[in-house]
């Protein structure tokens, strides 16, 4: 398993401003991902984070509105720019883990970051 | 591309009744993975499933994966209040490399006591 922490844990942001959430891992791991649950919603990958290259973005994700970084292999941020209300969601970075056996991998996922855009 | 449908949207039962959630891909799976989330917190890990046809068991929850691995349910035995959440199905398409996951839309499940 992961120990994944995400900071901030909560906030509210004011319309057009933009917040950088952080993400770090108690282990190096390969794959890392950000995903956003809109309230009440299922959950929505928003990139694929990779370590020493640019985010690989999901369809109706763009790097402008959303830049990742991933720096090394324990630690991942993104940033939410020009927010608007439609942005009040939940963020979660997650990682996948192999299983043993290499019987695939499970996704493990931080605690959230709960934003709220007024 | 593929997609994930998960029933029922809600669910609400009397501690000690039964409940099931299904899940069903447009799309042939590799694995499909079954997670928690309580209210107010991050989804969490139950179990995958990989063969087709398994089945699983943890304590009151068994899991099983369709014959054709395009379907999966879980089911609760005598639920508990502790079983409140939202329960979601998550499907890793066949085919390919990448660790991308497709997540159904999630079963609230609230229990009455």
């Known amino acids: 398993s992961a120990v994944i922490s995400q900071k901030p844990s909560r906030d509210i942001c004011q319309r057009g401003t933009s917040l950088t959430i952080q993400c770090q891992v108690d282990?190096?791991?390969?794959?890392m991902f950000w995903y956003r649950q809109q309230p009440g919603q299922s959950l929505t990958l928003i990139a694929t984070?990779?370590?020493?290259?640019?985010?690989?973005?999901e369809s109706g994700f763009v790097i402008d509105k959303f830049p990742i970084s991933r720096p090394n292999l324990t630690f991942s941020t993104l940033t939410v720019s020009n927010m608007s209300p439609e942005d009040s969601s939940i963020y979660l970075c997650?990682?996948?883990?192999?299983?043993?056996?290499?019987?695939?991998?499970?996704?493990?996922f931080g605690e959230g970051s709960w934003l709220t855009v007024v | 591309g593929q997609q994930v449908m998960q029933i029922p949207q809600y669910q609400h039962v009397q501690e000690g009744e039964d409940f099931t959630t299904y899940c069903n891909s447009s799309?042939?799976?590799?694995?499909i993975q079954w997670y928690k989330q309580r209210p107010g917190g991050h989804p969490v890990f139950l179990i995958q499933?990989?063969?087709?046809?398994e089945v699983k068991k943890q304590k009151r929850l068994t899991f099983q994966f369709g014959e054709a691995k395009k379907n999966s349910s879980l089911h609760i035995t005598a639920t508990q209040t502790t079983d409140v959440g939202t329960y979601f199905c998550?499907?890793?398409?066949?085919?390919?490399?990448?660790?991308?996951?497709?997540f159904g839309k999630g079963t609230l499940l609230t229990v009455n006591p």
């Open positions: 799309t042939t799976l590799s694995n």
């Open positions: 984070a990779n370590q020493g290259s640019e985010a690989t973005y």
């Open positions: 998550a499907g890793r398409g066949s085919g390919g490399s990448n660790y991308k996951l497709t």
């Open positions: 282990s190096q791991v390969t794959m």
């Open positions: 499933l990989v063969k087709s046809g």
């Open positions: 997650s990682v996948a883990i192999l299983r043993p056996g290499g019987s695939g991998n499970t996704i493990y």
